[in-house]
T-cell receptor
Framework: NAGVTQTPKFRVLKTGQSMTLLCAQDMNHEYMYWYRQDPGMGLRLIHY???????AKGEVPDGYNVSRLKKQNFLLGLESAAPSQTSVYFC?????????????FGEGSRLTVL | AQSVAQPEDQVNVAEGNPLTVKCTYSVSGNPYLFWYVQYPNRGLQFLLK????DNLVKGSYGFEAEFNKSQTSFHLKKPSALVSDSALYFCAVRDRGAGNNRKLIWGLGTSLAVNP
């Protein structure tokens, strides 16, 4: 039972470098989300998707891009990393519009931008 | 504006004692209410939810939560704490509106430390 899998788990970047975080879910969920978690700030929604081929902005979308080309995958991209993007990133999924909102989370990806 | 408050950053309790982690919310109507737990260096895990019906909801690992509509609260409780319950606990709410924009509103989390 893989559930929600995030890769990589750890990454160190230099300012200005780009990278992509991959989230894969094997539960056939419609909705997927990217959050960042920072001390004292809880979870903040970056982008989300309500189905294959769709994406939408969350609370803190600036500096990030996403794509959902396949239902099972949700990619989070940083085009030009900044130290303010140092954080732990979590991907989550949920079944869809008939669901009451329960989310299933990945284990997290810890990103450090120097 | 819709919001969720977890008034205590940290809760300390002795093993075997009852524990309470508080959550209050400001959301229109009758929201869905959730508790999640995050163990160190792990993702969040769903604990329990309130949708409708009995105000006392039972969830995983012996946890329960009490919905109080008049006080707009959804406090997490456990009759006897274990050291292994030490973790970060998040309260979340979502309104019952239709449509695709059905995002959760999160509290900032409460760190629970259970001392042996």
């Amino acid at each position: 039972n893989a559930g929600v899998t995030q890769t990589p788990k750890f990454r160190v970047l230099k300012t200005g470098q780009s990278m992509t975080l991959l989230c894969a879910q094997d539960m056939n969920h419609e909705y997927m989300y990217w959050y960042r978690q920072d001390p004292g700030m809880g979870l903040r929604l970056i982008h989300y998707s309500v189905g294959e081929g769709t994406t939408a902005k969350g609370e803190v979308p600036d500096g990030y891009n996403v794509s959902r080309l396949k239902k099972q995958n949700f990619l989070l991209g940083l085009e030009s990393a900044a130290p303010s993007q140092t954080s732990v990133y979590f991907c989550a999924s949920s079944p869809g519009p008939t669901n009451t909102g329960e989310l299933f989370f990945g284990e997290g990806s810890r990103l450090t931008v120097l | 504006a819709q919001s969720v408050a977890q008034p205590e950053d940290q809760v300390n309790v002795a093993e075997g004692n009852p524990l309470t982690v508080k959550c209050t919310y400001s959301v229109s109507g009758n929201p869905y209410l959730f508790w999640y737990v995050q163990y160190p260096n792990r993702g969040l895990q769903f604990l329990l939810k309130y949708i409708t019906g009995d105000n006392l909801v039972k969830g995983s690992y012996g946890f329960e939560a009490e919905f109080n509509k008049s006080q707009t609260s959804f406090h997490l409780k456990k009759p006897s704490a274990l050291v292994s319950d030490s973790a970060l606990y998040f309260c979340a709410v979502r309104d019952r509106g239709a449509g695709n924009n059905r995002k959760l509103i999160w509290g900032l989390g409460t760190s629970l430390a259970v001392n042996p």
